[in-house]
């Protein structure tokens, strides 16, 4: 009598479920970029509240590397980025 071998064969994953996986790693990276961003924007405007020169010009500087950063990794558009700086500059004291 002859015993059969039965190979254990790992069931691979489909390209569907993988890219799903790869989307929703995608989405929290993404959420937190644009979260960084948000409140370095914020810390513009508040600083710009309150009137302190030197906050708003040191709070510009990290909300500009922030928005070019999440440009340049496609979290925001390019554009809306350039929109936000544009803005956020014309709150400095003059």
Known sequence: MATAVVAKVKKRKSSAEKRHLQSI???????????LTRTAVRRVREAAASG?????????????????????????????ADRQKRRLAALLPA
């Open 25 to 35: 790693k995608a989405r929290d990276r993404n959420r937190a970029r644009r979260s």
């Open 52 to 80: 302190d020169a030197a906050a708003v010009t040191a709070a510009l500087g990290v909300a500009y590397s922030a928005l070019d950063t999440a440009a340049k990794r496609g979290v925001i558009h390019t554009g809306k």
